[in-house]
């Protein structure tokens, strides 16, 4: 009889470019087998062809709540959820409208929670799995433009943190991944950006600038940050966050320390209003 462990079975959500489709490639080199879920299947079907009887294809707009029930139940088994589809979006709070706010909560904090809520009874019933929760550097920290978007990474970390605490002792990980600047098509074309106003175009104008000019540029390389995420999920003890890149590091570090120095100056007047 073989010790090998029977091979893991992943569902992917957005695996047919950028970051899903390097998962969904790591996932394959390390013996387990993939769930493509996408909005258009035949975006995975070279994929697909090069790995007979190892991907599964699901098509799934996270938005519609009926195909998410309908992809898990095609899944079956799930031991690796990856909440990963997405998209980039560029405005001045004052310049998205409410329509774009809440499309960007749909697909990046709804759509995720939504698949979390409907695999984990499965991993409860077996008492193991994890769930990798695709957020940004912009889960923890937003600069000018970037309201709607950073609203909705951020939203499904907190939800994400809770969601860790409830399940560890069930036997479930819970993984928040916060790339920064990595070559996907985050900054393409396909980046949405907001009616612009003139006032905004030295803040959130620059920020759209800034990243359209980066595509293709940018110091990460998704492959590697497959890898990443697999080696931390394999870990014995697995963190609850794996920022990626030396951009999100120092961005996230920068961040953390502001806020502690905003709660020392601070202190004395929080502390104040104490009976």
């Known amino acids: 009889m ?31 087998v993939v769930v493509a879920a996408v909005r258009r299947p035949d975006t995975v079907a070279a994929l697909a062809a090069a790995h007979p009887g190892r991907v599964s294809v699901v098509e799934l707009d996270v938005r519609d709540a009926a195909a998410c029930a ?12 990856v909440n990963n589809a997405g998209y980039g979006i560029v405005g001045a709070v004052e310049e998205t409208s409410e329509e774009e706010f809440r499309d960007a909560l749909e697909v990046m904090f709804h759509g995720p929670l939504r698949l979390t809520r409907l695999v984990l009874p499965q991993m ?15 889960g923890l920290l937003a ?34 991944v916060e790339p920064g600047a990595f070559r ?8 949405r950006r907001s009616a612009p106003l003139d006032d905004y175009a030295a803040t959130a104008g620059a920020t759209a600038a800034t990243l359209s ?22 870990l014995p003890e697995p963190p609850l966050r794996l920022a990626l890149g030396e ?23 929080g502390q104040s209003t104490s009976v």
């Open 213 to 234: 000019a980066s595509d293709g540029t940018q110091p990460g390389d998704p492959d590697k940050a497959a890898a990443a995420v697999l080696a931390a999920i394999d």
């Open 2 to 32: 073989s010790n090998d462990p029977a091979p893991r079975r992943w569902l992917i959500t957005g695996a047919n470019s950028g970051f899903g489709d390097s998962f969904a490639r790591a996932a394959l080199a390390a013996g387990d």
């Open 124 to 138: 409860r019933a077996r008492r193991g799995g994890t769930i990798v929760q695709v957020t940004s550097m912009g």
């Open 143 to 176: 600069f000018a433009g970037t309201g709607a978007y950073c609203a909705a990474k951020g939203a499904l970390e907190q939800a994400s943190e809770a969601l860790a605490e409830e399940v560890r002792p069930l036997g479930i990980d819970v993984l928040i």
């Open 247 to 269: 951009d999100a590091i120092a961005a996230i570090r920068a961040k953390l320390a502001t806020v502690a120095k905003d709660l020392d100056t601070t202190a004395h007047l």
């Open 184 to 191: 996907t098509s985050f900054a393409g074309p396909a980046l």
């Open 70 to 81: 309908r992809a898990v139940e095609a899944a079956g088994r799930v031991d690796v959820l």
